[in-house]
């Protein structure tokens, strides 16, 4: 098996180079990120090996998960064999596993182009939450979305948790960053999207609202304080999620997976 030079060494300047990824300060230095876990590994090797510059996996590793290996050798990507010990210096999510993987932008002006001709695309209002980034991510990815858009003031894309959360999803949709609000809207609206905002006081129904037939752009706050005013008042609608129990409220990610799926089989009901 031709793998390239190992990283035997935890103290050695390449791990220290790699350990550096970790804040995002030496990622937008470096211009790459951390890619960690069997999951997500093999989606950025599948579906975005461009992107790729190294892969770390340790013997349990490659012995568990052979097909990530050999997919990366098949695209000529350098492979590292390394020890546990050098894993446990470079993350603690791995679970052997390891890419470097260069930093993919989409920023104001990728956008008319991300969303043309789309049908389905969530907009997340300043989301800093790591975990719900990605899990909205992951959400928008398998209910068949065609884009997700961060806004100016949300979480970074590629700091760790995001792409943990993310599941692979990250390289397999484009995930537009960077953008004011009323500019995603105005683009979002002369692509013919409805705009659509997730609110628990909406005047619509999330299960019945004939709104969800067409193509949609779903837009959501942040879990602490909601949509802003501004952003309500440039939806086209107030849709809300029922809550049929005694549950407060439903996290941004939730109500952004609910809101999703209800668009999605709204669109494959139509003939």
């Not at 013997?59 to 350098?78: F, G, M, N, S």
């Not at 043309?116 to 989301?127: D, I, K, M, P």
């Not at 700091?159 to 999803?169: D, F, Q, Y």
Request: aromatic share 2%; with cysteine.
């Amino acid at each position: 098996m031709p793998i390239a030079q190992p990283a035997l060494n935890p103290r050695s300047d390449r791990v220290a180079t790699l350990r550096r990824l970790a804040s995002r300060q030496g990622r937008e230095r470096a211009g790459e990120h951390l890619v960690e876990g069997p999951q997500a590994v093999r989606e950025v090797v599948r579906f975005a090996a461009s992107r790729v510059r190294d892969l770390y996996v340790t013997d349990d590793a490659r012995d568990r998960w052979p097909e990530i290996v050999r997919e990366a050798l098949e695209h000529d990507l350098y492979v590292h064999e390394t020890t546990p010990e050098v894993m446990d210096r470079l993350s603690g999510d791995a679970q052997g596993v390891l890419a470097v993987a260069r930093t993919h932008l989409l920023g104001p002006d990728d956008l008319p182009g991300a969303v043309q001709g789309a049908r389905l695309v969530v907009v997340c209002e300043q989301v800093r939450d790591p975990g719900n980034a990605g899990t909205i991510i992951r959400a928008a990815d398998a209910a068949g979305a065609d884009a997700v858009v961060l806004t100016a003031g949300s979480v970074e894309v590629h700091s760790p948790k995001v792409v943990r959360s993310s599941a692979g999803s990250l390289f397999h949709l484009p995930v537009v960053t960077g953008v004011e609000v009323g500019d995603a809207v105005a683009h979002l609206r002369r692509a013919g999207l409805t705009i659509l905002a997730a609110d628990g006081g909406g005047e619509h129904d999330v299960e019945t609202s004939p709104l969800l037939a067409g193509p949609t752009a779903w837009v959501l706050g942040t879990e602490a304080q909601g949509l802003s005013a501004r952003a309500r008042d440039l939806a086209d609608a107030v849709v809300a999620v029922p809550l049929r129990g005694r549950a407060e409220s439903l996290n941004v990610a939730m109500a952004a997976t609910v809101c999703l799926y209800a668009s999605s089989r709204a669109h494959a009901a139509q003939p």
